[in-house]
């Protein structure tokens, strides 16, 4: 489900502000500020981009179809996730010491980055800044809080004011320096490697039976499997100190990310007690294995989940000079993703440093 809520929203903001199609490339690859030789030059002359106040038509067509994929998303989401569970009727549930709080590093990245996507898309259909900022941003907490209504009335979760908390501070952050300073300069962005532990979804050490708590396929696990997740803030070092004179590049910077390891249950590993899956861990953490242990079962140590701390240097797609002006909406989506660079890892459970060559 998670995977067809960001492909949908990636078509709304390629697809709808069509009316670019009559601007073609004309990039500078070597960041030298002059035109490139074999550049093409644009249908428009490369005429100032002019922005009325209020909604034009492209934009009326971003959010109306904004609209109509967000209800059939929840219509889906609720076939999908909640329909065949209890209704408990609107509760609240504190799951703040779940994941190591890696999920709440997950909803806030999410909603940054569905609110980055909704301000470019109105941007990109000629809607002015304020405008962009007011009806676009809010797009990704809007589809977050829907999510925990639903999850408020089943009797499976309930209504977590640490996700919508985060939830928040994503939507805040991107909404707050687009008001200010027009730009993003400090920017949530997500990295992933495959952690290699969806061999412990295992619910049920008696019937073997699998419930995917981190993903079916490597679809799946790229949402679900928060051992291999790292978020990072990224900060533009040239736009917060320092001015436009300086030579210092404007796309390279450095960023601070946190992640953790060695989960395989919400909140511990524990081998499950007298009763299965009543241990507050619904039993998952154990591994099946039928070639090195026949007829055994293992579970990953409690003592493996690992907080882990890094800092390497960032570079921001969006930052590159391009005179398209979709591909500059383009890139500073897609920069959402932060790409592998030499990285310093510290890891206070074990009070030592690391060192990547690439970390992804």
């Given amino acids: 489900m998670k995977r067809f809520i960001s492909f949908a929203l990636l078509i709304v903001f390629l697809v709808l502000p069509a009316y670019s199609y009559n601007y073609t490339f004309d990039i500078d690859p070597f960041f030298t500020g002059k035109p490139d030789a074999l550049s093409l030059t644009s249908l428009q002359d490369n005429a100032p981009e002019t922005k009325k106040p209020g909604l034009n038509r492209s934009g009326a067509i971003v959010l109306g179809t904004e609209a ?17 569970s209890e209704s408990g009727g609107f509760h609240f549930y504190n799951d703040n010491k779940e994941w190591l709080q890696m999920d709440k590093a997950g909803h806030a990245n999410s909603c940054y980055n569905f609110a980055n996507i909704g301000y470019e898309a109105l941007s990109m259909a000629g809607i002015d800044e304020k405008r962009s900022i007011l009806y676009g941003a809010p797009l990704g ?50 990295s992933y490697h495959n952690s290699g532990l969806s061999k412990y979804n295992v619910s049920n050490p008696v019937t073997m039976e699998r419930d995917y708590i981190m993903g079916e396929d490597w679809l799946d696990r790229l949402y679900e499997d928060y051992s291999g997740i790292t978020i990072w803030a990224a900060c533009d070092v040239k736009s917060l100190f320092m001015d436009e004179t300086s030579r210092y590049p404007s796309w390279l910077g450095w960023a601070i990310g946190y992640s953790a390891e060695g989960m395989t249950g919400e909140y511990n590993n524990y081998q499950p007690a007298d009763k299965v ?16 242990a026949p007829g055994q079962l293992k579970y990953m140590p409690n003592d493996s989940r690992q907080r ?35 990285t310093l890892e510290y890891r206070p459970g074990e009070n030592r440093l690391a060192w990547h060559w690439f970390y992804f």
């Fill in 68 to 84: 109509l994929l967000i209800t059939g998303i929840m219509t889906s989401l609720y076939a999908s996730w909640y329909s065949g």
């Fill in 277 to 292: 899956g009543l241990d507050g861990n619904w039993g998952r953490g154990w591994e099946y294995d039928p070639v090195n």
């Fill in 141 to 190: 907490i809007t589809i977050m809080t829907l999510v925990e209504i639903f999850d408020a009335m089943s009797s499976n979760w309930g209504f977590s004011w640490g996700d919508m908390t985060a939830n928040i501070l994503g939507t805040g952050l991107f909404m707050g320096q687009q008001a200010l300073w027009h730009e993003q300069r400090i920017a949530l962005k997500y």
């Fill in 308 to 342: 882990r701390f890094f800092l390497a240097p960032d570079i921001d797609i969006s930052r590159i000079p391009c005179r398209n002006k979709t591909l500059k909406h383009v890139l500073r989506v897609l920069s959402a993703v932060k790409i592998p660079t030499p």
